[in-house]
């Protein structure tokens, strides 16, 4: 079964940059779009940015200019560079690879990275 494993979360100062990883299994890893998402408990999962299997990228506006997604199709990896962070930022962050057309994503969720913005 494949394993989605975020990691590089951590507390930082309003304005601070911080790096994410997600590392897959899958062997068919650069054939996907993948997606970083967001999550604050009691509040629905939301999608902060997403590489497509030809690198094109879209993010939403509330992090536009701030955060970069990108992969490294040689390691299964898949990374959001975080800058100029905000209180806002803080929440549990997971990755995975949507299902085009649904709500759907390809594999079970992982555990998530914790991103922590306060001073």
């Known amino acids: 079964q494949v394993q989605l494993v975020e990691s590089g979360g951590g507390l930082v100062q309003p304005g601070g940059s911080l790096r994410l990883s997600c590392a897959s299994s899958?062997?068919?890893?650069?054939?996907?779009?993948w997606n970083w998402y967001r999550q604050v408990p009691g509040n629905q999962r939301e999608l902060v940015a997403g590489?497509?299997?030809?690198?094109?990228?879209n993010y939403p506006d509330s992090v536009k200019g701030r955060f970069t997604i990108s992969r490294d199709i040689t390691k299964n990896i898949v990374y959001l560079q975080m800058n100029s962070l905000k209180p806002e930022d803080t929440a549990v962050y997971y990755c995975?690879?949507?299902?085009?057309?649904?709500?759907?994503?390809?594999?079970?969720w992982g555990k998530g990275t914790l991103v922590t913005v306060s001073s």
């Open positions: 590489i497509t299997s030809g690198a094109s990228t």
């Open positions: 995975n690879a949507p299902v085009i057309g649904t709500e759907r994503v390809r594999f079970p």
């Open positions: 899958d062997s068919m890893f650069r054939f996907y779009t």
